[in-house]
């Protein structure tokens, strides 16, 4: 009973997340061309320069400690840990590992492409390459889709509830760790959770998609052996 719950839940938001999936895509293409073309600049810089003169000693010692522990390099190898202790979750492995190297060298590649420079007068941390997207902010929202994706069909409304607000406050958190340590710009860190959300929905999708057309050819053999 509780699997077909779960089937039918996974079915009813298959084509939600394809839509949420679309509009992220397209919002971060449209984000993309504003902070190629200037548009973001200012809120960008008055995002900054509010933070910066906020800082207090505290909130940088937990901020320091949010961007470290949820740092990409240590969300993926609890991520990778999890899906290989968790297989049991049918269809899960080869998604979160496709979602997650993907993520990763999307992160890369966008870089390498946009080779926005990062905002050198406000970081209070050492960070090297380029700012858009935040990797961090990209890792983290794919993580959490990720862990939503997994969860959301076994469990009830509240559960889901409280799931959907731990993952949203952990993305939330990282990216405002960013934004405060002057490791990023505003901009940087809404465009890593669009890119991560779109790709995730992607991935979702077309593993989905494989996994559909794989079933009737396995379904065929037992009644080809009759």
């Known amino acids: 009973m509780a699997t077909d719950r779960a089937r039918r839940t996974a079915a009813a938001g298959g084509g939600m997340d394809l839509v949420v999936g679309?509009?992220?895509?397209?919002?971060?293409?449209?984000?993309a061309a504003l902070v190629c073309g200037g548009a973001t600049a200012?809120?960008?810089?008055?995002?900054?320069?509010?933070?910066?003169?906020?800082?207090?000693?505290?909130?940088?010692?937990?901020?320091?400690?949010?961007?470290?522990?949820?740092?990409?390099m240590v969300l993926v190898a609890v991520a990778v840990m999890a899906t290989l202790a968790l297989a049991l979750f049918r269809g899960r492995v080869l998604l979160n590992?496709?979602?997650?190297?993907?993520?990763?060298?999307?992160?890369?590649?966008?870089?390498?492409?946009?080779?926005?420079?990062?905002?050198?007068?406000?970081?209070?941390?050492?960070?090297?390459?380029?700012?858009?997207?935040?990797?961090?902010?990209m890792v983290c929202t794919t993580v959490a889709a990720l862990a939503w994706l997994a969860l959301r069909p076994r469990l009830g409304?509240?559960?889901?509830?409280?799931?959907?607000?731990?993952?949203?406050?952990?993305?939330?958190?990282?990216?405002?760790?960013?934004?405060?340590?002057?490791?990023?710009?505003?901009?940087?860190?809404?465009?890593?959770?669009?890119?991560?959300l779109a790709w995730v929905a992607l991935a979702h999708r077309l593993v989905g998609r494989a996994g559909r057309m794989a079933l009737p050819a396995r379904g065929t053999r037992p009644a080809d052996a009759r």
Not at 109 to 121: D, G, N, Q, S, T
Not at 166 to 186: D, E, F, Q
Request: glycine share 8%.
């Open 42 to 72: 200012q809120a960008d810089g008055a995002a900054l320069a509010l933070v910066a003169s906020a800082r207090t000693a505290w909130l940088t010692r937990a901020f320091l400690l949010v961007t470290n522990a949820l740092s990409p």
């Open 157 to 196: 409304a509240r559960g889901r509830a409280i799931l959907a607000a731990a993952c949203t406050a952990s993305v939330v958190l990282v990216c405002a760790s960013r934004v405060y340590l002057g490791a990023h710009y505003l901009s940087d860190v809404a465009a890593g959770v669009l890119a991560a």
């Open 97 to 137: 590992l496709i979602a997650l190297g993907g993520a990763c060298a999307l992160d890369v590649v966008l870089k390498a492409a946009f080779c926005r420079p990062r905002p050198e007068a406000f970081m209070l941390v050492a960070e090297s390459g380029y700012s858009f997207p935040s990797g961090h902010a």
């Open 22 to 31: 679309i509009a992220c895509g397209l919002g971060f293409v449209a984000l």
